[in-house]
């Protein structure tokens, strides 16, 4: 696990407009001022530990600005992104308009837009190649549901979707794996209903991921692959999954909203690094 560190980043999908925003990262600062210090922080500069928050988007940008005050690097990401550059597509953002506001990360296809917004395999392909085309980051979420895992289909469904996610010929997929692309597991039975997985779950279908990247681009690239947990994470139960081999971070949603907890989570990044060490 450590030589991919751990990114721990917090979805807030349609919470804290603006004056939210700035109370969090004002109470983030203070208070990690006095708790992230030392080895905590060499982490941070080392890149074996990051931190993102993913905002709505109409706080983005006073998160991003906020973000240059912290004491520890803190990056920014998007909810969504269009896969075209620009056009008529109302009520969408594209690639360049993040890149023009000082964005590098997008997360693609969570499950409340494969959910609610008509999201498939195919627009969450086209919307990670085109952003990685662009160089952005980008944290691609896949999962089961709940009748899915029960039907015993979890490793079907996760295949179905890394499939979908990726381009068919082996060159075009190792484009993929250079580092930006982060694919968060997060199965859908999870996502706020504080039916966490186990950490063997979790670690399970991490395991089915990574196989699935080392027969589609090679273990190299496989084994860099930075792969998050997200459902009901907490401070409470994060130390456990980090423990897992293949958990290389969290996408946290209602235990993000906090800066105690969403720090409290920072603090178990470090730890279970500095333990892995
Ligand atoms: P949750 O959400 O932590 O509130 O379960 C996770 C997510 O949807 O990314």
Redesign the pocket.
Known sequence: MSSRGILIAG?W?MNHGPAATVKFFSELKERSLSVLTGDALDLFRSGKLRACIIPPYMSLFRALELSKGMPFPLEVAAQNAHWEKSGAYTGEISGPILAEMGFSWVLIG???RRQYFGETDDTVRKRTESLLAQNFKVIACIGETRAERESGKTEEILHRQLRGLFPDSKAGASTYLDGRLVI?Y?PVW????GLTATPAQAEEAHVIVRRFLTDKVGAGAAEKTQILY????TPENIDSLLLCKNVDGA?????SLKPESYLALLLAGAKAELANR
């Open positions: 979805n999908k969570h499950s409340e968060a997060e999870a996502i706020g209903t997200g459902g009901s994470v996408l946290v949603g209602g235990a």
